[in-house]
């Protein structure tokens, strides 16, 4: 079993719309949990941490669910440049995990 | 947040040749970098952990002599490409982390023809 899964999607979702999408990780001892976001033949960049309590940036709000281990992002009012692949990222002892992403297409 | 400078960003070559790829940390002094590669809509693979002035540290299944890596000082570390081949066409990116965060250079794309 992959220690990060994700659906790979692609969502494809208006303007305006909301979109969300979980990622499941295997290692219950994990700590730290992180969604980045990467554009097409970029590196990828840290969007948010995600807390144990829940925690939201303007758009997105992400949650975390321990009981049974996977961590959610919603995009609330998704916007065109939101269009990216989210992946899910999480720290493993020593090491950080990568989930291979979700696709979100934002048409107009 | 930390800045890490990897360069080149993309290179072509031929079968055979080896491709050196530079990774600099700019703010900072790293004293361990990762390097992944990554498939086209797969997952960042963690091929090895660089650790300045010792040996780097492979996962399994990468090899060491075909990807060698060298993290001679504080702020760079690199990963050749020994006799590429098609196959070895990817995505490389390296990263320093802590427990909180991974800050990535911006990669390279290796095209081997």
């Known amino acids: 079993r992959k220690e990060v899964e994700q659906d790979p999607g692609p969502f494809n979702v208006p303007e305006g719309a909301t979109v969300a999408f979980n990622c499941t990780y295997s290692?219950?001892?994990?700590?730290?949990f992180f969604w980045y976001r990467q554009d097409c033949r970029k590196e990828p960049k840290l969007l948010m941490s995600v807390y144990s309590s829940g925690n939201e940036d303007g758009r997105f709000t992400a949650q975390l669910n321990r009981a049974s281990q996977y961590i959610s992002l919603l995009i609330r009012d998704s916007k065109l440049s939101d269009s990216a692949t989210y992946l899910c990222?999480?720290?493993?002892?020593?090491?950080?995990?990568f989930g291979a992403g979700t696709t979100v297409t934002v048409r107009a | 947040g930390a800045v890490v400078s990897q360069h080149p960003s993309r290179v072509i070559c031929k079968s055979g040749t080896s491709v050196k790829i530079e990774c600099r940390s700019l703010?900072?002094?790293?004293?361990?970098m990762f390097w992944y590669r990554q498939f086209p809509k797969k997952s960042l693979m963690l091929m090895a952990t660089s650790n300045e002035g010792s040996k780097a540290t492979y996962e399994q299944g990468v090899e060491k002599d075909k990807f060698l890596i060298n993290h001679a000082s504080l702020t760079l570390s690199t990963l050749t490409v020994t006799s590429a081949h098609p196959e070895d066409s990817s995505f490389y990116i390296c990263s320093s982390e802590t427990n909180t965060e991974a800050f990535f250079g911006q990669g390279t794309r290796l095209t081997v023809v």
């Open positions: 290692n219950s001892a994990s700590q730290s």
């Open positions: 990222v999480v720290n493993i002892g020593y090491k950080l995990s």
């Open positions: 703010d900072f002094q790293a004293t361990t």
